[in-house]
């Protein structure tokens, strides 16, 4: 079921990701309108969204990438406005004023005599508010096209009337709100390179599109799963603009986006399940199985170097919601089947990510087994005793992928006995190790210890 939820979350996100252009390839500014952004400048009213059109009592307008150009049939001025300030054409040349201020010669500054009372009129039905992009963000988006995917995102922000500016918002990349539809940047980056605007703007891009078409996340797992998916877009422009190799000499921002995409690359981009940013964030829609953060840091060690154990052991935990916490157990880990919980001993507190993953990857294996027997108990000593030889297999694997046949060197007490359990691995002795073990003869002869 939850790769089933998968699936057709993604493929919804993939769906949404078509429609119009960030800059329409037909329009164009013509007559009025053109001789004011002649006047106000490129790097303010930016390009066109649209051609220029009329409404229902005459006057017209056209958005464009910085605002609205507009011209008013009662007193036949144009006029040029970003949200906040207005640039006029009028009797006076070009002038500038608030949004909240008029100038004497505009229509609607008329000084009446006050009304006689009587019945107040209906309210005027208020504006729609047009969408404002900070120009630098603009030519962003524009850059953002040059891909096939930064083309469809691109396609999405102008298909929802979405704003996008800079602002100061702590220590996020970025945010999004969806009244009104505006995606912010931290004021921190406004002077990255365009096609790490570009990467910053994806994420919001899609998270707002997701929550404007399907809602809110409604569980922890959706949340999960959009993160996914945004993570996901945004790693494959990346991919498309620089290749695996990622960026050289980038800046934080520009490393991180060399990050995705590298996990992309290799196909684990479920470490972002193991993120404890978005775990936390997610949490306040519905708590999540609880994973300490070091433990998922660890999970997340398992994963590098391409490693497909390392990968099969996130993908495992993430479809079974299994907890992984620190404890204090006999030996190195446990796994409670009763309480889908992994625990790993608090005595391991403080120690490398590869020991823990190593330590990760052995109980990860009994949380498959025990899903693959459909929740059986184990039924015989040799089925428990089986059950452990593989598990030590697993990790003895991991431990030489990651430091070769000679083991770690200069091991601490626990990094010696990964080595030892390696060796007996690598020797055909694994079985004799595990047999001559008297905790797994307790445990495996002596009755199942949860």
């Known amino acids: ?37 002649d006047l106000i400048g490129h790097g303010i009213v930016g390009e066109c969204l649209e051609n220029e059109y009329y409404n229902a009592i005459g006057d017209s307008n056209q958005r464009t990438t910085g605002g609205l150009m507009a011209w008013r049939k009662a007193d036949n001025w144009t006029a040029f406005t970003d949200g906040y300030r207005t640039w006029i054409n009028g009797p006076n040349g070009l002038v500038q004023r608030l949004n909240t201020e008029r100038f004497p010669w505009e229509a609607d500054h008329i000084h ?11 309210p005027a039905p208020t504006a729609a508010l047009r969408p404002t992009v900070d120009p630098t963000l603009a030519h ?3 850059v953002m096209r040059n891909t096939p995917t930064g083309n469809k995102i691109a396609d999405k922000f102008v298909q929802l009337g979405m704003s ?4 100061h918002i702590g220590d996020y990349q970025s945010q999004y709100e969806t009244s009104p539809r505006r995606i912010t940047i931290s004021e921190a980056h406004r002077y990255e390179s365009n096609e790490a605007l570009a990467f910053a703007l994806i994420w919001p891009t899609i998270a707002l599109m997701l929550e404007v078409e399907d809602g809110p996340a409604q569980s922890w797992e959706e949340c999960m799963l959009r993160e996914g998916v945004r993570e996901g877009f ?7 603009v620089f290749g695996a190799d990622g960026k050289r000499n980038p800046t934080l921002l520009e490393q991180s986006a060399n990050n995705a995409a590298a996990w992309l690359n290799v196909g684990n981009i479920k470490h972002v399940w193991m993120d404890s940013y978005w775990r936390d964030e997610c949490n306040d829609v519905e708590l999540g199985p609880y994973i300490d953060p070091d433990l998922a840091r660890a999970y997340v060690t398992a994963m590098q170097g391409q490693s497909e154990l390392g990968q099969a052991a996130v993908d495992v935990v993430v479809d079974a919601g299994t907890e992984v ?6 030996g190195w880990g446990a796994y409670s089947p009763s309480r889908n919980r992994i625990t790993i001993s608090e005595s391991l507190r ?3 990510g590869q020991v823990l993953a190593a330590v990760l990857i052995h109980e990860t294996y009994h949380v498959e087994s025990h899903r693959f027997r459909g929740g059986r108990p184990q039924a015989t000593a040799a089925e428990c005793l089986q059950e452990e030889v593989d598990a030590f297999r697993l ?3 991991w431990w030489y992928d990651r430091y070769g046949r000679y083991g770690k060197r200069s091991p601490n007490s626990v990094e010696r006995s990964m080595n030892n359990v390696m060796w007996a691995w690598f020797n055909d002795n694994l079985r004799e190790w595990v047999l001559l073990s008297e905790s797994y003869q307790y445990q495996c002869l002596g009755g199942v210890v949860e």
């Open 1 to 37: 079921m939850r790769r089933l939820i998968a699936g057709i979350a993604l493929a919804i996100a993939l769906t949404a990701l078509c429609g119009g252009s960030l800059h329409a390839a037909n329009c164009e500014f013509r007559l009025g309108f053109k001789t004011l952004r």
């Open 112 to 122: 009446t005599p006050p009304p006689t009372p009587g019945p107040a009129p209906p």
């Open 140 to 142: 962003a988006y524009h």
């Open 164 to 167: 996008a500016v800079f602002g």
């Open 234 to 240: 945004a790693a494959q422009y990346w991919l498309e």
């Open 325 to 330: 916490v620190f404890g204090r157990i006999n």
């Open 350 to 352: 403080g120690y490398s």
């Open 395 to 397: 990790q003895a694997s």
